[in-house]
């Protein structure tokens, strides 16, 4: 199993520009999960979804950040506007609903 | 919302030493995990604790879930260089629920 995938590993861009951040979650499993981890704030959820559908997205920061699951194996985290202080590293993890999450390798992202 | 403080915070360890580090929270979980970092990496699940009491091994690792549900430790043992990482804690309500986690501890181990 190739595992949670993310792209990009690492993301650059200049204040105001839109960002999306991907991810294909492990095959058959049917939560999935965004997180961002900073320095100051450490690993904070941001949104999750059960089977495709939006559950809690109460970590979601600002309405800047939305996030869609069109299908079982696809998931987006859009930023727009993006902000410097939005720079963290986002992971994407999945699970086959007993709970235990398998974490993706993450995209670094840096908001000029 | 729910707080789960981990310590230490960091810890600089001989190889060969026994290392501890705890998580407390101000309520209730139902299932406790272990996670570690490796540097440019996603956490990596150590284990997993489903029930109030059980004392879990992994290899050189051992986790114990609290019987008041509300703390986990997690033992390492004659500790090897490539231990090193980051260390997170992470409580769960019920299966499918979110994670809320620790601060980490970092681990440094010396050759």
């Known amino acids: 199993d190739a595992g949670v995938i993310q792209s990009p590993r690492h993301e650059v861009t200049e204040m105001g520009q839109e960002v999306t951040l991907r991810c294909k979650p492990i095959?058959?499993?049917?939560?999935l999960f965004w997180y961002r981890q900073t320095m100051m704030r450490g690993l904070e959820l941001l949104i999750y979804f059960n089977n495709n559908v939006p559950i809690d997205d109460s970590g979601m920061p600002e309405d800047r950040f939305s996030a869609k699951m069109p299908n079982a194996s696809f998931s987006t985290l859009k930023i727009q506007p993006s902000e410097p202080r939005d720079s963290a590293v986002y992971f994407c993890a999945s699970s086959f609903t007993r709970g235990e999450q398998f974490f993706g390798p993450g995209t670094r992202l840096t908001v000029l | 919302g729910q707080q789960l403080n981990q310590s230490p915070q960091s810890m600089f360890i001989q190889e060969g030493e026994d290392v501890s580090m705890n998580c407390t929270s101000s309520s209730i979980f139902n299932t406790w995990l272990w996670y570690k970092q490796d540097p440019g990496e996603g956490p990596v699940l150590l284990i997993a604790?489903?029930?109030?009491?059980e004392l879990t091994s992994n290899g050189r690792l051992t986790a114990q879930f609290g019987i008041t549900r509300k703390d986990s430790f997690l033992n390492i043992s004659a500790s090897i260089p490539s231990d090193v990482g980051i260390y997170f804690c992470?409580?769960?309500?019920?299966?499918?629920?979110?994670?809320?986690f620790g601060g980490g501890t970092r681990l440094m181990v010396k050759p």
């Open positions: 095959s058959g499993h049917d939560y």
């Open positions: 992470a409580g769960q309500l019920y299966a499918g629920n979110m994670l809320t």
């Open positions: 604790l489903y029930k109030a009491g």
